[in-house]
């Protein structure tokens, strides 16, 4: 098995190192909390619940998941109240 090597997103990365990156969002979670991408090298950071800016790890990603169905179900008026 060959292993490749993903040059452009080093390359990215070097970039990123010196120029910061350049975050772009991805995905609106809800009106406070956003997903970015960064648009060098890929690399996604999320705000979290208390404010900070975190790597987007699978972690948060289903947590951000969890919120934004939350969410989109709130905003959402025409749920049916069982009766
Ligand atoms: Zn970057």
Do not use: W
Request: proline content about 2%.
């Amino acid at each position: 098995m060959k292993k490749r090597n993903p040059t452009l997103f080093s390359f990215g990365k070097v970039f990123c190192s010196i120029f910061g990156h350049k975050l772009r969002v991805s995905k609106n979670v809800t009106d406070h909390v956003h997903e970015y991408k960064c648009e060098k090298c890929g690399m996604e950071m999320t705000d979290t619940a208390n404010g900070f800016l975190a790597r987007l790890t699978p972690k948060f990603r289903e947590t951000n998941d969890y919120i934004s169905k939350i969410h989109k179900k709130r905003k959402r008026k025409h749920f049916a109240q069982a009766s």
